[in-house]
């Protein structure tokens, strides 16, 4: 079973976009991608919580499924009726954990700037976050996450990128 890399590319100096990479299924990206943050790129944030949490068909899911989470466009294929058919197909089929993705993003996020001292309705959040069914435990390994994956993400300058993988296999 092939894996699925994840790239966080910093395009500008408020900008960021994230590409797809897959052995399965063609190339994805998502230029501009939404959500920019100095400290972690909201994407990073669902890739966090997906696999901390145990999603395996959330955006991520779907994305190693086959499909494009409605976002993402090819980077090598064209981007015809047939395709559209097809990914359609498979974003139906899949995805079924996107919301709870949300809502796990939501929950941890704004819980996460605090800690850090930080303000989040500046950095793209709700001023307080939604009530939450997560044990501190949870919560904590979540944050031990973004601290490592936004120490690396603040050191990415322009024109550069990090890369994660996503830690289930791709499916056919």
């Known amino acids: 079973m ?19 990479l897959r052995s ?29 949490f145990g999603l395996r068909d959330g955006i991520f899911g779907q994305l190693a499924a086959g499909g ?15 395709w559209a058919r097809q990914v359609e197909r498979r974003n139906r089929t899949t995805g079924t954990d996107m919301g709870r993705s949300e809502a796990l993003a939501a929950q941890v996020y704004p819980r996460w700037l605090r800690r850090g001292g930080h303000v989040p309705g500046s950095h793209d959040v709700q001023q307080d976050p939604p009530g ?24 990415v ?7 994660v993988e996503w830690p289930s296999p791709e499916r056919a």
């Open 132 to 155: 939450t069914d997560l044990s501190d435990p949870d919560l904590h390994r979540a944050f031990e996450r973004l601290d490592s994956l936004s120490r690396t993400w603040r050191a």
């Open 2 to 20: 092939a894996g699925m890399q994840v790239r966080f590319e910093r395009t500008g100096q408020r900008r960021y976009a994230v590409a797809v």
């Open 24 to 52: 399965l299924h063609g190339d994805l990206r998502m230029d501009p991608a939404p959500g920019y943050s100095d400290l972690i790129p909201h994407d990073l944030v669902h890739w966090v919580v997906e696999d901390e």
């Open 68 to 82: 494009n989470a409605g976002t993402f466009v090819p980077t090598e294929e064209l981007r015809t009726k047939a």
């Open 157 to 163: 300058g322009v024109g550069r990128s990090m890369t």
